[in-house]
């Protein structure tokens, strides 16, 4: 079944175009800059070297005609016309309390994730604007919404409410209710594979640290506890985000300062962090290599970044009542050895008395976006499937 997915940003739209039965992408590519006079379009065919092209796109309608136009271009596209795709999955960032699991896009749904903008104000508009674009110019095409907060709706109460007048939930659904959750599953599952074990009998900690970071406690095949929050804000310390933080100091800054809820706003999401601790900058390669050379601050930011991972696993660990397996992904888990030297020492006893092991994982969330949404349509009786 071949599945485009989309993943729209406010400046930019990523694309890869999946035969299921394949892990790996038909072809790929990205439009940047979208809304500037200097778009550009990257497009990527399987095995094949990238290429790079100046378009117009002034909005994000624009931005989707060229990827539609790519994608079916006799030389460089991977179908010849979009009707060969079964169904569009697209990365919602928010999808509140409504949305558990992937969703086919009936206007009805696209009211309501239209309506959510409101609790993801970065993320849910660019996303609406890319379904809005999709249905225009493919309005046969199913489209799927595959969210990234639906993985996290297992939690149980207690690990969702915040410690605040209970009006304030009823009023503004304000809660915890996490991101990043289709690489969480992701990796839990691939999780279970190395292990040979079923998930449902497993507790895995996943630790997504890339340029957001955050870890999550799986249960026996379900989330209970993640460490972003009502925003991407709480949690592990990020690039540019410094996760937790005593609510009384934004309040005690903001009064100094004299910052404007604007200004707070944007000093602890794009100003904090491993950039704001170390001043160098917020990608960790930059970061180390500076702390490397005897950066005192840099080797302090990291220092921080690390320990704060280690005491979310200690708390999951106690959530949980034990861990099988500590799963490291996203470019920094991925990538940043001394990270997994220092969680090995610093975790020596509890891996031992548990028999756990740490787990690189590389994640893949668009394929499981694609795998959503053909579970999804082979699902939907009234879908003809392709
Ligand atoms: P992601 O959001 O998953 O693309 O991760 C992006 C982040 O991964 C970057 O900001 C880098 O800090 C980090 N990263 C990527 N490669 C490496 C590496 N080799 N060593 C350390 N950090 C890395």
Do not use: W
């Amino acid at each position: 079944m071949k599945i485009l997915v989309i993943n729209s940003g406010s400046s930019s739209i990523k694309y890869q175009l999946f035969d299921t039965r394949k892990p790996y992408p038909l072809c790929r590519g990205i439009v940047e800059r979208i809304g500037t006079r200097k778009s550009l379009l990257t497009h990527q065919k399987l095995d094949k070297r990238p290429l790079v092209n100046n378009v117009y796109a002034p909005d994000h309608y624009q931005a989707i005609r060229h990827i539609y136009d790519i994608i079916t271009n006799p030389n460089l596209g991977a179908i010849r016309s979009l009707s060969q795709i079964a169904g569009i999955g697209h990365r919602v960032v928010h999808g509140a309390e409504i949305f558990t699991q992937p969703t086919i896009i009936t206007n009805e749904v696209f009211n309501v994730i239209k309506k959510f903008s409101e609790l993801a104000p970065l993320h849910n508009p660019p996303a609406v604007l890319g379904i809005d674009a999709c249905r225009k110019f493919s309005k046969e095409i199913p489209q799927i919404a595959v969210f990234d907060t639906a993985f996290h709706q297992t939690m149980p109460q207690k690990a969702y409410t915040y410690g605040i007048p209970y009006r304030f939930y009823k009023k503004y659904s304000l809660r915890r209710y996490g991101f990043h959750g289709t690489s969480h599953m992701y990796v839990a599952v691939k999780a279970a594979k190395r292990l040979k074990k079923p998930l449902e009998s497993l507790k895995v900690i996943t630790c997504h640290l890339g340029n957001g970071c955050s870890i999550t406690a799986v249960k026996h095949g379900k989330s209970i506890d993640t460490s972003m929050g009502f925003t991407p804000l709480e949690g592990v310390m990020m690039g540019t985000r410094c996760g937790d933080i005593d609510a009384a100091a934004v309040l005690y800054l903001m009064e100094k300062e004299h910052l404007s809820i604007k200004e707070a706003d944007d000093l602890l999401n794009k100003k904090s962090g491993l950039l704001g601790l170390s001043g160098v900058s917020n990608d960790m390669r930059d970061v180390n290599k500076k702390a490397l050379s005897g950066d005192k601050r840099a080797a302090l930011a990291i220092e921080v970044f690390i320990y704060r991972i280690i005491k979310y696993i200690g708390a999951y660990i106690a959530a949980m009542d034990g861990v099988d397996a500590i799963v490291l992904t996203a470019g920094i888990g991925e990538n940043f050895t001394p990270l997994h030297q220092k969680l090995k020492n610093a975790l020596k006893n509890t891996l031992k008395k548990f028999s756990a092991r740490i787990l690189v994982i590389p994640t893949n969330e668009e394929l499981m976006i694609a795998r959503q949404a053909a579970h999804v349509l082979k699902n939907a009786p009234f879908l003809k499937a392709k």
